[in-house]
């Protein structure tokens, strides 16, 4: 059974260019979120999708979009990069019900200069 | 809000040595919760979890019982190998269907493991 799948590993964009991470979940999953993961605010949850639908959403600016397909396959963009958006970015998948276990990617790297 | 504390690093063992990660959390109601591992490079892995009260999670040697009247989830080993030398995650998952799928981490620790 493949895991969840994310494209690019890395990728290395400049100051206020915008940036599209691609993610296909654990077949079955309809429920995907998107992570940030930095060394100076550790895990911090993006959003989740389920069914097309933003379900849950964290604090973060509105440079930082998401949207999932009717295969569940999701994107997130990042417009208008700044320094501080260089990042692990996690997907993860789930069949989505409160409680249930979390699968991740292996995440993309993203680097701004 | 919720919320989840673990004990800072890094932790350094000898191969072989016994490992306890201490793991508390702040919640509303009975959330599931997780440990999570991160090798060097990689993404999240799944190392094990609990759903409720008394529960106890296993995997690859490594437990961790679930804790309500202490609301802790600590993760211990009894021999710890060089190959375990990772971060750890702990995490938690509101149970409660308003908030959808999400999990709320812990700072994670550093665990260093010589030979």
């Known amino acids: 059974k493949a895991g969840v799948t994310q494209t690019p590993r890395y990728l290395i964009k400049t100051r206020g260019q915008q940036v599209t991470l691609s993610c296909s979940p654990i077949?079955?999953?309809?429920?995907v979120s998107w992570y940030q993961q930095t060394p100076g605010q550790g895990l911090q949850f993006l959003f989740e999708?389920?069914?097309?639908?933003?379900?849950n959403k964290g604090n973060f600016p509105g440079r930082f979009s998401g949207r999932q397909f009717s295969n569940s396959r999701s994107e997130m963009n990042v417009s208008t990069l700044e320094l501080g958006d260089s990042a692990l970015y996690l997907c993860a998948s789930s069949f989505g019900q409160a409680g249930n276990t979390i699968y991740f990617g292996e995440g993309s790297w993203l680097t701004v200069v | 809000g919720n919320s989840v504390t673990q004990m800072e690093g890094p932790v350094t063992l000898s191969e072989e040595a016994f490992l306890t990660i201490n793991c508390t959390y702040t919640?509303?109601?009975?959330?599931?919760l997780f440990w999570y591992v991160q090798y060097p490079g990689e993404g999240l892995q799944l190392l094990l979890k609990a759903t409720k009260a008394d529960d106890k999670g296993s995997n690859k040697g490594f437990e961790a019982t679930y804790r309500k009247e202490t609301t802790s989830f600590h993760l211990e080993k009894g021999s710890v190998q060089v190959s375990d030398s990772a971060v750890y995650f702990c995490?938690?998952?509101?149970?409660?269907?308003?908030?959808?799928?999400?999990?709320?981490f812990g700072a994670g620790t550093i665990l260093r493991v010589k030979s």
């Open positions: 999708y389920f069914s097309e639908t933003q379900r």
């Open positions: 995490a938690l998952s509101d149970q409660r269907g308003e908030y959808g799928n999400k999990l709320v």
């Open positions: 077949s079955g999953h309809r429920s």
């Open positions: 919640a509303t109601g009975y959330p599931s």
